[in-house]
């Protein structure tokens, strides 16, 4: 069982940045691909980055490559997002997931394991 705690949402101006955490419970935390995705209103969640087992597998939604990093510390069992260059667009609720698996996947009923979301609100 592995438990996700995302942190790090905020209001921030267009332009701006931020930069997500999110913590897992549990030991084998390094044997997870982890994947962020995004709902907003109205909408189905998205795929935004994820992250393989290693840190060099790294995969991006074409609307956030360049600007947002994706990036994990095994050692805190955190998985971070750095968001630079915010737009309007990017608002909504951002969730962590863990996939049992070496590699992520932008398809989200692929995770096993979800947190419960943190608000990002950018504003034009």
């Known amino acids: 069982q592995v438990q996700l705690v995302e942190s790090g949402g905020g209001l921030v101006q267009a332009g701006g940045s931020l930069r997500l955490s999110c913590v897992a419970s549990g030991r084998t935390f390094s044997s997870y691909a982890m994947g962020w995705f995004r709902q907003a209103p109205g909408k189905e969640r998205e795929f935004v980055a994820g992250?393989?087992?290693?840190?060099?597998?790294?995969y991006y939604a074409d609307s956030v490559q360049g600007r947002f990093t994706i990036s994990r510390d095994n050692a805190k069992n955190t998985v971070y997002l750095q968001m630079n260059s915010l737009k309007p667009e990017d608002t909504g609720v951002y969730y962590c997931g863990a996939r049992n698996s070496v590699v992520p996947t932008t398809t989200w009923t692929l995770y096993n394991y979800w947190g419960q979301g943190t608000q990002v609100t950018v504003s034009s």
């Open positions: 992250i393989g087992v290693s840190r060099f597998i790294t």
